[in-house]
């Protein structure tokens, strides 16, 4: 009876804990879902400004989201630097050259570029005529963005002193807020990654990791050395039909082809061993394979030959030279065996 009741009190603690386990679960994963949104401070408008305020943050979010498009097909810049690929779209921010080594931008810089387009381009919208018509009078100041790459989300947050009057309200407007749902952030770190893999091996990037990304990625070599890497994200889109596109650039070393030297005729004595080196080059420092395509004439691997010939006459031979990415040279010569 009390090995009975032991089995009992054991299963009711084993019960007991798997509640507490699956409570502690469910608790974890609904505030893991349903985690407050990071509180930001509301902006107050008077209500006679109201009008003007929308209009100057509806500038701004067109502003941003042209801005956002720009920046994505220039590898991360609004004004990209000298280093950068010239191709019929827009010039594509180099994140890797061979010579240079790594070029890519940072967050804080990218979030820097967005607000500096901003701030240079808002006037091309502001145009404060149609409120001048109603009465109105208006003077702006300069604006003063600011931009974080937030998960899922764009932040403008703008300062921009405008002074306003009608009739006999008057005031100030300062401060505007944008927020444009978008992946730039994972975006961004994708492209890092795929980055990472080039900067490992800049001759060789093995492109099967780049099906697992949640986005369209597109390979395209514009050069023997220049490749662009493209990041389609239809989510990303900030407009009907306008999926956003990030791409970034890289120089690759580009291999050269290994040298042959050989003399026009090579002289051998029948039933006399004969002993030759084929000399070869290689640019870029590859190991060099060697082979012969006759059969009077053995070569082996390394390009030493030794052995004795067993046939008199005149022959002519071929000699190839492969470096490790499988370039090639050959020579052409004569193979002379005397009596």
């Not at 827009?90 to 994140?95: G, R």
């Not at 240079?100 to 240079?120: C, F, K, M, N």
């Not at 149609?130 to 790459?149: D, K, L, R």
């Amino acid at each position: 009876m009390r090995k009975k009741g032991s089995r009992g009190q054991v299963t009711l603690f084993v019960i007991i804990g798997l509640v507490i386990l699956i409570l502690a679960a469910t608790i974890w994963y609904l505030f893991g879902i349903y985690r407050p949104e990071v509180e930001r401070e509301l902006i107050e408008v008077p209500t006679e400004l109201r009008p003007l305020h929308n209009y100057i943050t509806g500038c701004l979010r067109e502003t941003a989201i042209d801005g956002a498009y720009l920046n994505g097909v220039q590898g991360g810049y609004a004004y990209p630097p000298n280093t950068s690929v010239v191709t019929e779209f827009s010039a594509v921010s180099l994140w890797y050259d061979d010579e240079l080594g790594d070029l890519r931008p940072t967050q804080p810089e990218i979030e820097s570029q967005l607000a500096l387009y901003v701030d240079q381009m808002l006037e091309e919208c502001t145009n404060f005529s149609s409120f001048e018509q109603q009465g109105w009078s208006v003077e702006a100041g300069e604006p003063n963005t600011t931009v974080t790459i937030a998960v899922n989300e764009l932040v403008f947050e703008m300062e921009y002193p405008v002074d306003a009057a009608i009739e006999e309200s008057e005031g100030r407007l300062e401060r505007f807020r944008v927020i444009i749902p978008h992946r730039l952030s994972y975006i961004l770190n994708t492209a890092n990654e795929v980055n990472d893999l080039v900067v490992e091996d800049p001759g060789w990037v093995q492109f099967t990791p780049l099906l697992e990304y949640d986005l369209d990625i597109i390979v395209m070599p514009v050069s023997e050395d220049t490749i662009i890497y493209a990041f389609q994200d239809n989510r990303s889109a900030m407009r009907p039909g306008e999926p956003y596109l990030f791409m970034f650039g890289t120089t690759v070393p580009v291999n050269k082809y290994p040298v042959i030297t050989m003399p026009e005729r090579l002289v051998g004595v029948d039933n006399e061993r004969f002993v030759y080196q084929i000399q070869a080059t290689d640019p870029d420092g590859d190991e060099l394979t060697f082979r012969s395509d006759h059969i009077m004439f053995d070569v082996e691997k390394d390009g030493s030959v030794d052995f004795v010939p067993r046939i008199t006459g005149s022959f002519n031979v071929t000699v190839e030279v492969t470096d490790g990415s499988g370039y090639t040279d050959e020579a052409n010569f004569e193979w002379l065996v005397l009596e």
